[in-house]
C-alpha cells in the first residue's frame, strides 16, 4: 500500500472507532502498527497518532464496558426496579 492509504486507513478506522466501537480501534492498531514500524521513515507521522490514538481508546473503552459489566453483575439485584429495567429479556418462543 502506498503511504496515502496507509493514513486514509488508518484514519477511517479511527474515526469509525470513535462511534463506540472500541474492537475497530484495536484492528486498526494491530493491523497497521506492524507496518508503521517496517515503513517508518516514508509514512507521515499523523499515521502513528492515529494507531496509538486507537490502541488508547481501545484500552480506555474496554476497561469502561468491563467495569460497567462488572459493576451491573454484582449489584443488579441490589438496585431493583433499575436493574429489572436495565436487563434485556428476550423470549424463547416456543
Do not use: Q
Not at 478506522?13 to 517508518?40: D, E, H, I, M, Q
Request: aromatic letters at 20%; hydrophobic letters at 50%; one cysteine or more.
Amino acid at each position: 500500500m502506498e503511504p496515502d492509504e496507509i493514513l486514509a486507513v488508518a484514519r477511517t478506522y479511527f474515526w469509525l472507532g470513535c462511534a463506540f466501537l472500541p474492537f475497530l480501534w484495536l484492528v486498526n492498531f494491530v493491523y497497521l502498527y506492524p507496518v508503521s514500524r517496517r515503513r517508518k521513515a516514508e509514512l507521515p507521522p499523523s499515521v502513528h497518532t492515529y494507531l496509538f490514538l486507537s490502541l488508547g481508546g481501545s484500552i480506555f473503552w474496554t476497561i469502561v464496558i468491563f467495569t460497567w459489566l462488572g459493576l451491573y453483575l454484582t449489584n443488579r439485584t441490589k438496585w431493583g426496579a433499575l436493574g429489572d429495567r436495565l436487563s434485556i429479556n428476550l423470549p424463547l418462543g416456543y
